[in-house]
């Protein structure tokens, strides 16, 4: 997790602005990524958007038909899957799985109100940890998790009430 400060967010918000919910949740692709995508047939954006929509709906930080709260975009810089046979035969060796990507937080009118970089791997391998479900399963997961994470930290009395 790297918290960037943004040339459009003062650097003395640049820490953690406190926001409690948000209106919604996108995805879009760097154009660098797009190019990777094309090497990484195994990612699914929709997938790890869908991850990401439901850890927030699950803790309650979507608030849908709510256009005065912020929105969330994924934006993802980067990403590298290994074939089933490089992950199942070679596992660690054949380097990690990777999905890397900035979360931005915009108002209404789509200044840009914070930012800060999420990235997840999975170097497991072998018949168990190699099938692409498997790993693509738990890197959206995983993604998913610490972008929840670092948006719940900016809410200490929701997170204390669960």
């Known amino acids: 997790m790297t918290r ?12 953690a602005p406190a926001y409690t919910q948000f209106a919604s949740v996108t995805l879009s692709m760097t154009p660098d990524a797009k190019a990777k995508a094309l090497d990484n047939l195994k990612f699914n ?5 869908d991850h990401v929509r439901r850890a927030l709906e699950a803790r309650s930080l979507i608030v849908a038909n709510d256009a005065a709260l912020p929105k969330v975009e994924i ?21 990690a799985d990777s999905i890397e990507g900035d979360i931005v937080l915009t108002d209404t009118s789509g200044k840009e109100l914070d930012r800060f970089a999420v990235s997840a791997s999975y170097a497991l391998g072998g018949l168990a940890g190699g099938q692409d479900d498997a790993r693509m399963g738990w890197l959206y997961e995983k993604f998913a998790q610490e972008t929840v994470n670092e948006l719940a930290k900016q809410q200490p009395a929701m997170v204390s009430q669960r």
Do not use: C, K, Y
Not at 4 to 15: G, I
Not at 45 to 49: A, M
């Open 45 to 49: 954006p929709d997938q790890l958007l």
């Open 4 to 15: 960037t400060p943004s040339a459009a967010v003062p650097l003395q918000q640049a820490s």
């Open 75 to 95: 934006v993802v810089t980067s990403m590298r899957v290994r074939s089933n046979f490089s992950a199942v035969m070679w596992g660690f060796m054949a380097g």
